[in-house]
């Protein structure tokens, strides 16, 4: 077996990743049901104040791809996963187009862990890394907060370690 993973297999095998909390499908949920709610609010007073005929077409449709999205956000949220190295932390995510982040751990600047109302109510944090190149920030949703403050902690002094020795 080669050590190197396939540029078409993003997610290796070989790596020990760490599942993000599956209280983040209930959080992602009720952000959908909210925008939903708010969308269909819309069109209907729309609808009630044009009787337009595409009104109610267009709530089926809202109604038909929250539903969708609904089924999605189960599985996207267990794509979600992260592993510690020796040199670098892997963050992995996405379900048609999968996205692997590689974050040498000398590269990173600053470690954020934020956590919005709706995620402290079900007790969970994001944990957001920030490099030079902005198109290499990845974060981890779904962290318990003692995980998140954990884990900061740890990248803060692996960060510090390894950019010392450049």
Known sequence: MSEHASALEPWPETVAWRPVSRSLITVELI?????????????????????????????????????????????????????ERDNDLLVRHGLVIRRLSIVPYARMQFVDVTAGPLERAFKLATVQLHTAAAASDAKIPGLPPDEAARLRDRLTALGEDRAEGL
């Open 31 to 83: 952000g959908l049901a909210g925008w939903t709610v708010a969308a269909l609010a819309v069109f209907a007073a729309v609808w009630i104040w044009t009787g337009y005929w595409l009104w109610p077409v267009l709530i089926v449709v809202e109604l038909a791809l929250a539903a969708w999205r609904a089924i999605v956000t189960f599985r996207a949220v267990k794509a979600w996963g992260y592993a």
